[in-house]
């Protein structure tokens, strides 16, 4: 069946502007986890949606980031005046409420210049 | 909290060979531990996972890994390589008694590994 999507799958903004990064998720996965991944590093945690609840957002790193699922379906994470350091792969995750494991989408690389 | 840590950047070992990617964890309890791939340019693709019972587990593409409470290792394991595992691999825990019910997942930073033919 279809996986998790993501786009767009690459991104570049310059320096200021506001981006949105849609996530669709798996048909019927209750859970979806977006995380952060910097070049050469392992992905890492930002925020979790319980449907359209979104029960944790302690790692996103400032009030620039939000993210919100009003549906409890498609994701959307915005990152407003971007910087530079945020230039990563950003990747979403969907999964069976309670169930430990995890579907990853593509990712979608933010490149801010 | 808990985390994980991946002592090699790089693994490399020759075509046919057996390999193993070492990961070891810090968590109270009992973890879940999981191990994903990651090809260039995509996303992280599930190998398997350590929840309860058999300490050996079996995943995708011929891999598998060995729960070690003692040692608090779940090092990742293949008999025989082939030059197209040659990728990036993460290992993750999750602690599953945190008391929210949330469990995110804690990853470690990557072993890259080079299959040469």
């Known amino acids: 069946g279809a996986g998790v999507s993501q786009s767009p799958r690459y991104k570049v903004a310059k320096r200021g502007q506001d981006v949105a990064l849609r996530c669709d998720p798996i048909?019927?996965?209750?859970?979806l986890f977006w995380y952060q991944q910097a070049l050469g590093q392992g992905p890492e945690f930002l925020t979790y949606?319980?449907?359209?609840?979104?029960?944790?957002k302690s790692g996103l790193p400032s009030d620039r980031f939000f993210a919100e699922r009003p549906e409890g379906s498609v994701s959307t994470l915005k990152i407003q005046r971007t910087q530079q350091e945020d230039s990563a792969v950003y990747l979403c995750?969907?999964?069976?409420?309670?169930?430990?494991?995890?579907?990853f989408g593509p990712g979608t690389r933010l490149t801010v210049t | 909290a808990q985390s994980v840590a991946q002592p090699e950047d790089q693994v490399n070992v020759a075509e046919g060979n057996p390999l193993t990617v070492k990961c070891t964890y810090s968590?109270?309890?009992?973890?879940?531990l999981f191990w994903y791939v990651q090809y260039p340019n995509r996303g992280l693709q599930f190998l398997l996972k350590?929840?309860?019972?058999?300490?050996l587990v079996k995943g995708s593409y011929g891999f598998e890994a060995e729960f070690n409470k003692s040692q608090t290792s779940f090092h990742l394991k293949k008999p025989s390589a082939l030059v197209s595992d040659s990728a990036l691999y993460f290992c993750?825990?999750?602690?599953?008694?945190?008391?929210?019910?949330?469990?995110?997942?804690?990853f470690g930073t990557g072993t890259r590994l080079l299959v040469s033919p």
């Open positions: 995750a969907s999964s069976l409420r309670d169930a430990p494991g995890e579907y």
């Open positions: 048909s019927g996965h209750v859970s």
């Open positions: 949606f319980q449907n359209e609840a979104q029960l944790d």
């Open positions: 968590v109270s309890g009992n973890p879940y």
């Open positions: 350590y929840i309860t019972g058999d300490n």
């Open positions: 993750a825990v999750r602690d599953p008694r945190m008391a929210t019910g949330f469990q995110k997942l804690v």
